[in-house]
């Protein structure tokens, strides 16, 4: 068995920033009340005529760049993604990129689907089958929600974010690995009949600063680790009270816990993780040979955690 890690990252955040103020005044309540309940200041959304194709391809070749690799070295290309807009986008990125010979799926697992997708990629490395896989989570919120739907206009955005992963050195990489899911939750938060996101805020509220602890606590175990050995943890980003709760629970440095992409560009859904883990490596707060702890959780309802050693 190989050990399989991240050789490198991109995102691609969208450039229309919709504001709070744009918000407020749809619904008729103040900035500070949407910050007050979801810590979100700015969140953004991506062009009405570009696909998940579209926004999949910048964040691919962003982290094949960084991984100083070429698109023909990438064996396997992984989507995890909520908001299809056709179902096979592993296909069309495979294409686009250029990534000839090269094998894919497309994964569906609510807010989960990075933490699912790379430790699916991990296994294809870790058994040798393949050597570089392109995880790719993506998320355009924005065509499915309601927007007259307090509940998710206030949360929902867009983006995507891209991990290779490959081969790394001893004690680097991908130490645990851990993912459940409940479906009786499942009605909670799902698409309605006219394909909106439908959320029931406080039953996922609830079962979102519960399982966000402890998925880190149980991927600490199956990893033989403490909490005092981890270095930074990277969050879905949902709402910024559930990570707050979450974190006071767990009774770990809140500055070592990453909130910016909740508050400057919303929940995306699937690539927060991804986006999360690109902005803290591209800051320097997360270095080499740090540990870190990816955490997921949401739809399905499902959760899931990854412990990760920083570094090829």
């Known amino acids: 068995m190989y050990n399989a890690g991240i050789l490198g990252i991109g995102a691609n955040i969208p450039e229309t920033v919709i504001t709070n103020e744009v918000i407020a005044k749809r619904f008729g309540i103040t900035e500070e009340e949407i910050y007050r309940k979801t810590g ?4 953004r959304y991506e062009s009405t005529d570009a696909s998940l194709t579209d926004m999949c391809e910048i964040a691919g070749i962003r982290a094949i760049k960084d991984a100083g690799l070429d698109p023909m070295d990438i064996d396997m290309v992984i ?7 056709t179902h096979i986008t592993a296909a069309l990125v495979q294409d686009r990129i250029g990534a000839v010979q090269c094998a894919g799926l497309d994964l569906h697992s609510g807010c989960s689907s990075f933490i699912t997708a790379l430790a699916t990629g991990a296994q294809f490395v870790q058994t040798g089958l393949y050597k570089n896989v392109l995880v790719i989570a993506v998320d355009k919120c924005s065509s499915l929600l309601n927007p007259m739907d307090k509940k998710t206009a206030l949360l929902f955005s867009d983006g995507a974010a891209a991990v290779v992963v490959g081969q790394v050195g001893e004690n680097k990489g991908i130490l645990g690995i851990n993912m459940q899911m409940d479906g009786s939750g499942g009605k909670y938060l799902h698409l309605d009949e006219n394909k909106n996101i439908k959320m029931d805020g406080r039953a996922v509220f609830e079962f979102a600063v519960n399982k966000f602890p402890e998925a880190v606590h149980k991927v600490l175990e199956v990893s033989g680790l403490n909490l005092a050995d981890v270095d930074f943890i990277v969050p879905h980003q949902s709402n910024l009270r559930i990570i707050e709760k979450g974190i006071e629970t767990l009774g770990y440095p809140v500055e070592k816990v990453h909130t910016k992409t909740i508050q400057y560009y919303g929940n995306s859904s699937a690539p927060t ?5 690109y902005e803290e490596v591209k800051q320097g707060k997360i270095k080499d040979g740090d540990l870190v702890v990816l955490v997921g959780y949401g739809a399905g309802l499902g959760w899931g955690a990854i412990t990760l050693r920083w570094g090829k």
């Open 40 to 43: 979100i200041l700015e969140r």
């Open 79 to 85: 989507i995890g993604t909520n908001t299809h807009d």
């Open 273 to 277: 993780v991804a986006i999360g883990l």
